[in-house]
């Protein structure tokens, strides 16, 4: 939009630019600036246009973003345009990502390095790195407490490392995800040691008061995010003689958004690993952006206007990075960090679906689909160009924060039915097979989130211990349905490393007196690489679920009406087993997908007749796509064996593997 003041300010900014950058050529920068320059003003100003530096911050960050594009090299400035062309790349159905832990998974990046072509001979086309910042030892909250934002944590390697695997991943089309850690920094950080030291302009990095008086107000509305081994939501700091706001760990400073100079430092951090190569950034925790005494301190509007501010200066000197959210809060509040009040995505293109995950989860330990199909139901529409980032596990502990109301719909009492979850995950309820551990638990609200890994919660290990081949069947074919289901969701399937060779939880975290406080270590493990390469070995539980991952994860990328453009349509079943959906192709009326999934322990039917219009295949032409065979129908009744999923399309040709 062009609008004056915006424009007259722009050319002055220009004009003030030090001379190194202005003998640049920035052609692409400035015709990407001059689109986006009104939305980055006015974003700006409103946060922060009542200071009287307002004007020489924004030169700054116009600086930063300028000295940044300059320094992109070229392949990844060609990468940009193609993206800008094809805008609707990571829409795609064809990628699937995994995450993991660099030193878990290989001990160091040397070691990802050599087992690339293992995430390329599973199917995986996106990496995400768990952070490898510098971090304090042992006060690392698992690489989120970072103490230098420019280097890698020697343990797991060096830049030079990094570039060395990327080279590698780009060979292989394999995109690179990395952390930026938005919200807080160590307190070991410089910026904080400096703010120990007295410098008040790095007191302004952070919330510090001198006394009780702020801190007693904030608290009266803030919830504890760490209750067990962290609570409160401040923490006297003895050398500064101040109190410092520090919502997670005491060790975590969180970072004062309100001041401009914090919001310009991150964007030159975020374009630095930008230009490392990293494809898209997790921001992580960025709910808690925005701190406002009488709140709970998370989703405020300005966290919003921060992240939107945060993509229009980073889309200038490099449009092909994307961002996920890290936003694990209401269902109704996570849609909002695609962007408030927008159209297409305008803050982060990716979000975790934290819902549909703990929806499935509740969906296992009931045994049926009711709260699945709930919950789901109430998920608003998600913005254009914006998609999910599906997963079942991940490096965090799995919260029930489903919306009370749905439970209630369901018939549920929501408090005895959280209750029921915790039990059952942690192993406490009498017909659970789950070896999970409650982790945060709040003694004031009774309230828990789960540890575990996914083989572990969904009973193989339990199965394993009991050498029961039955079990053992049921635990396999339960994970798969799980990984069924975030394949062919709409949004990007995100894996969990080690869950592909079912790896149960690993409690040797216990021996290390740093972690042993923190049991999501429990299910950050260490891959076993001979247990790995059973994979190999036909019958083996290893090569059970890593095959049929792989096939599940090929015949994925082969159905475009898995792609993700809002083409999916919950179907209303009168069977609370199960869970039913239609993904629709944008452009072909008949490569529709119809998917059916059976959460119990018998065999469930649904009536065909039952869909009316939807009915995606001609009689007796259904195929499933995801077995090759014609799915079980006797008189209209699809038979769907327990636990069991279909991707049912009209027959099509079988893929062979
Ligand atoms: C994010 C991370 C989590 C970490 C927290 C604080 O939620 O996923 O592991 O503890 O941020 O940094």
Redesign the pocket.
């Known amino acids: 939009m062009y609008e004056q003041i915006s424009h007259a300010l722009l050319n002055e900014i220009l004009d003030e630019l030090k001379p190194e950058i202005r003998r640049q050529n920035l052609r692409h920068f400035y015709t990407r600036l001059g689109a986006n320059f009104y939305a980055i003003h006015s974003l700006f100003h409103h946060l922060y246009g009542n200071r009287d530096d307002f004007k020489p911050q924004m030169v700054k960050l116009v600086e930063v973003m300028a000295s940044r594009y300059i320094e992109r090299n070229s392949e990844l400035e060609q990468r940009d345009i193609e993206r800008q062309k094809n805008h609707n790349w990571f829409l795609s159905q064809e990628l699937v990502g995994m995450a993991v832990y660099a030193d878990g998974f290989a001990g160091n990046l040397e070691g990802v390095c050599q087992h690339t072509a293992y995430f390329q001979e599973l199917g995986i086309n996106m990496v995400h790195i768990m952070p490898m910042m510098v971090c304090p030892e042992g006060r690392s ?2 690489g ?2 970072v103490s230098d934002f420019r280097n890698i944590d020697p343990r797991i390697g060096s830049l030079e490392d990094l570039a060395t695997l990327t080279a590698d991943l780009r060979r292989r089309d394999i995109l690179l995800a990395l952390d930026v ?1 938005v ?2 920094t160590s307190n070991e950080h410089p910026w904080a040691q400096r703010a120990q030291q007295g410098d008040t302009t790095y007191q302004e990095y952070f919330y510090t008061f001198p006394n009780r008086d702020i801190p007693d107000m904030f608290e009266e509305s803030m919830p504890e995010v760490f209750p067990h081994t962290a609570p409160q939501n401040f923490t006297w700091d003895e050398t500064m003689q101040r109190w410092v706001m520090t919502v ?1 760990n005491n060790y ?1 400073w969180d970072l004062n958004y309100s001041n401009p100079s914090v919001f310009i430092e991150m964007i030159d951090i975020i374009l630095f690993w930008a230009n490392q190569g990293a494809d898209i950034v997790r921001l ?2 960025v709910a808690f952006l925005w701190k406002k005494i009488g709140t709970s301190c998370q989703n405020e509007h300005e966290a919003h206007l921060i992240l939107q501010l945060m993509k229009d200066c980073c889309q200038v000197p490099a449009p092909g990075l994307l961002f996920i959210a ?1 936003a ?1 809060v209401a269902p109704t509040e996570i849609i909002r960090y695609f962007g408030e009040d927008a159209i297409i995505a305008k803050e982060c293109e990716i979000a975790y679906n934290a819902t549909f995950m703990a929806l499935l989860w509740d969906s296992v330990a009931t045994h049926n689909a009711k709260l699945l199909n709930q919950g789901i139901r109430s998920l608003p529409n998600k913005l254009d160009r914006a998609t999910w980032l599906n997963y079942i596990r991940c ?2 502990d799995i919260g029930f924060g489903f919306d009370d109301r749905d439970i209630s719909a369901c018939g549920y009492n929501p408090y005895e039915h959280r209750q029921f979850l915790i039990n059952y995950f942690s192993g406490a309820h009498q017909n659970s097979i789950a070896r999970g551990q409650p982790f945060g638990f709040n003694p004031k609200t009774g309230d828990a989130r789960i540890s575990g890994s996914l083989a572990s919660l969904i009973g193989l290990e339990r199965a394993l211990e009991l050498n029961d081949e039955k079990m053992i069947d049921i635990a396999i074919t339960r994970i798969l349905l799980m990984h069924g289901m975030i394949l062919s969701f709409g949004g990007i399937p995100l894996l969990y490393y080690g869950d592909e060779i079912g790896t149960l939880n690993d409690c040797t975290y216990l021996e290390d007196e740093r972690k042993a406080n923190d049991n ?1 270590w429990m299910h950050r493990p260490r891959i076993d690489w001979e247990k790995a390469a059973r994979r190999q070995q036909p019958g083996t539980v290893e090569q059970r679920i890593f095959f049929a991952l792989k096939k599940m994860i090929a015949i994925r990328k082969t159905i475009p009406a898995f792609a993700d453009f809002n083409n999916r349509e919950l179907i209303s079943v009168d069977n609370p087993h199960l869970f039913v959906f239609l993904r629709t192709h944008p452009l072909q009326s008949d490569a529709s997908v119809l998917v059916v999934a059976n959460f119990d322990a018998k065999p469930q039917h649904l009536n065909m007749n039952n869909l009316g219009q939807r009915r995606v295949f001609k009689y007796g032409t259904a195929r499933d796509l995801h077995s090759g065979a014609a799915p079980a129908i006797f008189k209209d009744e699809l038979v769907i064996s327990p636990y069991r999923f279909y991707w049912l399309a009209d027959g099509r040709p079988e893929i062979r593997f």
Request: hydrophobic share 30%; glycine share 6%.
């Open positions: 909250d698992g989120y407490a850690v919200n807080h997670f975590q992580d925790a890290e694990i490096h965090d999501r």
